[in-house]
């Protein structure tokens, strides 16, 4: 039966699992590394702590607080797309639609198909209503009064195709950017380091362009980077790193390496895997203006957390985050800024068949 009350406890159950028990299921993470070749045992450990830290008696209450949920099951009927770049990267729509008492659907990404299920089997053994409020599908879902979908910019139209008439939230492609002031210390940096090499940089909360202030020493972020230089080692990672070297040099580009990172100054957002674009400026005021303009391309803005850029940056609608946060969103950092638990609770419910 619904309860909601029961499903937040039930949560906090599950945070402790995530955090304590979870990465040391060897076979499950066999299975998913498996499944996808840029899956590892530290990224997807990566991703069950960061899930596991959301979801803290504390953390859960504060965030739940702002919501009203039913009193009993509501008989809508939501299809949930999942995406696959990231280990667990569709949890939290999961979570959320659970909670709606909503009749939950879920097609997962054939890149990570293997943690989900086996998380909300999990969560169905402390609140067994989970068990029955989810399906999962191979194919196609149908009949469904609501959806959620992530995907590229081919997928969107899809989504848009085949689903556009219906209420949905629909998520493209973004990225996240960091803005540096000098004022860092290397801690900071080496924070900034798990924002943009967790992971691979693949998703859309990883660091993929950075705005330095001109006269900034690169050398200092190389040298508190030097610890991922493992990523050199893992093969398509690396064969990333070689083949857009390779294309730069071709192309007479300027650029700066270190074995295992290829950074070249460039005036786009979104840096391919293995690189990093970088923009020197002299006004903090440009910089928050460029990235006002691209906001609807932007997933999180990175930087000092007492940096003066912080109030202009969220007076403009972008989301910030200080350094290291970006991998660790609490239940709070919706997607897109799009607050999918407000969507889900007013979906309208369907007419009774007579």
């Known amino acids: 039966m619904y309860d909601s009350n029961k499903l937040l406890s039930s949560l906090v159950q599950l945070g402790q699992w995530f955090r304590e028990e979870a990465h040391l299921d060897e076979e499950i993470q066999r299975t998913a590394l498996a499944q996808n070749g840029w899956f590892t045992a530290e990224s997807v450990t990566r991703s069950l702590q960061a899930h596991g830290h959301a979801l803290s008696e504390e953390g859960i209450a504060a965030w739940a607080e702002a919501y009203s949920f039913p009193a009993e099951k509501t008989g809508v009927k939501v299809g949930l797309i999942l995406a696959g770049n990231l280990p667990l990267v569709g949890w939290h729509d999961v979570l959320c639609a659970v909670l709606s008492g909503h009749e939950v659907h879920v097609k997962a990404s054939k890149d990570d198909a293997v943690l989900p299920p086996w998380v909300v089997a999990k969560w169905a053994e402390f609140a ?5 409020a989810v399906v999962f599908h191979d194919g196609l879902m149908q009949h469904m009064d609501a ?3 992530t995907g590229g910019a081919n997928a969107s139209r899809y989504f848009e195709a085949y689903f556009g008439h219906l209420p949905h939230v629909f998520r493209g492609p973004r990225t996240s950017v960091a803005v540096l ?5 290397d801690a900071e ?3 900034l380091g798990e924002d943009i090499f967790a992971h691979f940089g693949m998703g859309c909360r990883s660091v993929t362009k950075v705005w330095l202030p001109k006269g900034f020493d690169l050398d200092r972020c190389f040298a508190q980077w030097v610890r991922w230089g493992h990523l050199g080692q893992h093969g398509k990672y690396a064969n990333n790193y070689d083949y857009h070297k390779a294309v730069w040099l071709l192309n007479k580009e300027e650029m700066v390496e270190n074995g295992f990172l290829l950074v070249k100054a460039d005036d786009g957002l979104v840096s391919p895997i293995g690189t990093l674009f970088i923009e020197r400026y002299e006004e ?5 203006a460029k990235l006002a303009e691209r906001q609807d391309d932007i997933q999180v803005v990175t930087l000092r957390a007492d940096s003066a850029s912080v109030a202009a940056l969220q007076a403009e609608g972008l989301r910030v985050a200080s350094f290291g946060e970006n991998q660790c969103p609490t239940l709070r950092d919706y997607a897109d800024g799009v607050d999918t638990m407000s969507f889900l609770l007013t979906l309208p419910k369907p007419p009774v068949e007579v």
């Not at 067994?128 to 029955?132: D, K």
């Not at 903090?284 to 928050?288: H, K, P």
């Open 128 to 132: 067994p209503y989970v068990g029955e």
């Open 147 to 149: 959806v959620i979908a």
């Open 181 to 185: 002031d000098g004022a860092e210390t």
């Open 189 to 191: 940096l080496d924070q």
């Open 284 to 288: 903090a005021s440009a910089v928050q």
